[in-house]
């Protein structure tokens, strides 16, 4: 099997440009963005919208696997810090707090989130993130229950129903009291 050809300098420009603007557009205005208004805010004909991205879902899917892959960034970033001496409960927390506060403020962010409670194997692209989200998260949490800071019946799939139940849409100190409330009953008796 080959691989792809790379794009030409023009085209890979415009299909930068594309995400840029198909990023902020979402982030502002929710995955019901229009592709013209994703073209338009890029300097880009639909057209050539299309021939990066033949369908609206498919550049959706790119900006929210592209937002995913902060989130799996920020995780393997927790597991680092962790494995140099940072307490795992403490990375947990941060991590859980950074992604509210981002979530809060950019929809595409809030789209990857509750992909992690969905079908979030359905795309290749976001099977890919959600491995290298696991592969960080999994260690953290099982260190944070061997140092006894975590509830032992804690999961995974806990965390990601979490992720998926942010209250975003609430101002800071509410989220802030969500978290500490949340935080309380996950801390380990």
């Not at 550049?59 to 989130?71: G, H, Q, R």
Request: net charge neutral; proline share 5%; glycine share 4%.
């Amino acid at each position: 099997m080959t691989s792809p050809r790379p794009l030409r300098a023009d085209a890979a420009r415009n299909r930068a440009r594309i995400m840029t603007a198909a990023h902020e557009q979402i982030t502002e205005h929710g995955p019901e963005v229009s592709m013209e208004q994703i073209a338009a805010a890029a300097g880009v004909a639909v057209g050539t919208l299309y021939k990066h991205f033949p369908n609206k879902n498919d550049l959706v899917t790119a900006v929210v696997a592209a937002s995913f892959e902060t989130l799996a960034d920020d995780a393997e970033e927790c597991l680092q810090r962790q494995s140099q001496g940072s307490p795992a409960m403490a990375e947990l927390t941060g991590f859980l707090s950074r992604v509210m506060d981002t979530v809060a403020r950019n929809r595409a962010v809030k789209a990857a989130a509750h992909a992690l409670s969905a079908d979030h194997t359905a795309h290749p692209a976001m099977r890919d993130v959600e491995t290298r989200v696991t592969q960080a998260l999994g260690p953290l949490v099982r260190s944070a229950q061997a140092q006894g800071a975590l509830r032992t019946d804690f999961t995974l799939d806990d965390l990601y129903l979490m992720l998926s139940t942010l209250p975003a849409d609430q101002p800071p100190t509410a989220r802030a009291r969500w978290l500490a409330l949340l935080l309380t009953g996950l801390t380990a008796r």
